[in-house]
């Protein structure tokens, strides 16, 4: 039922003489459509056979099972009969499809009598823009789309959940019965993630000048593109090796959920970077089950909206656990409800925030203020790991004083080398004893 895909157009225009004005204007309109078609084209052709690999590759906000009520415009009025993942939904609700240059499937084949399933994001307005195809107010917060970027979508027949020609829903399977299928959505690799997204600012390598991180572990090469969170006292046993490391990245931070009524039941945990700015990406071993979007370009197991779980749901309320290699761990004062996305999906959104204030972890001067007063810090110098600043800390710093151009744990301003700045670092905060659930 998805919109037949287009074949790759390729323009190429030879300018060997001076053209007048318009001729070059026509000329530079007819690359820009050309350039424009490349780009929706590859976007058409690139994608996963397998359900289960692109959901996990791109999790989508609600899976649902449903049919066809009506057309709108250019998407369509969906009933949902059966909602598998995500947050709760009316019983119906609107689905956008391709205006002619989008990345999205069309439901013109799509008839009251099929019942499919579908995996959906919230819509992301591209529909609107004039020049595009698309009618402005049109796409609304709450509504959502279907990417044509891997496999979306399945069909249901004779209570069978069935892939399209070519196509599987997992592990080589086309055709599977519906209890089946709910049973395979229900365990990773094939149960959708759920995103969380943090935002945490360092103290060591905060720099007030710029209002940000520096990433000098990144840019010198000493960041490792494995996960450092594998010994004790973490033990974190999901291993990989990345073939890059995302540019704004400052170091590697490692991330337990807990139950909301006892703090010392961890539901999940889920490693990834810290950019410049404090957001917190993920690193999901599971995505190497997936087709990569464009080759090279980013490591497969990266990404960039959020850290990924697959055994909490959305709109429960968790306690989260921060760690870092160097810097005192935090946690909020209260669990904390994640939801999976904002309705309006261009509003900037986290599910929280340790920046915005002292007052945003568990426990009295677990964080610092930066010097410009902009956000709050965690506080850097636990260096053997343990949820406290003390004098094995400094220890530990002893033993590795001098050492240059590598990835250390008393490299407090995380710049490569362990030098009397990082003392320094160690020295303010000493004596600091982290909240007891993210003490070792």
Known sequence: FLAPYSQLLI????????????????????MLICLTNIAVQACSCIGNNEFCSTITNNPPDVIVMGVKVGSVLHGMEFQIIDQLAGPSQPDTINVWGDTGALCRAGFGGLTATDTVILALHYTTYMGNNPGFGGTPGSEQA???EMSICGTFGLSINNGNVQAGTGRTIFNGQNSMTYSDFINTLSVAPCKPAMRVKLRAMLQGPYDANIGQMSNKLNDGGWLPKSQPFSGAPWNYTDSFLLSQIPTNVVDWVYVRIADKLDKSIIIDEAVGFIRQDGSIIGVDANMTLATPMFPGSLPLAVDLQGLRFYNIDPNEEYYIYLHTFNHLAVMPPAPVQ??????????????YDFTLGTQQSEGANQMIMSSDGLYSLLRAGDIDHNGSITISDFNFYISQTSFMSGYYESDLNRNGAVTIHDFNLFYSNLGIIGASPIRY
């Open 338 to 351: 994640l939801i999976q996305i904002p309705a309006d999906t261009n509003a900037v959104h986290y599910d």
């Open 142 to 144: 709450g509504d959502f």
């Open 11 to 30: 323009c190429h225009v030879n300018v060997n003489i001076k053209l007048n004005h318009m001729i070059r204007k026509a000329l530079l309109s007819i």
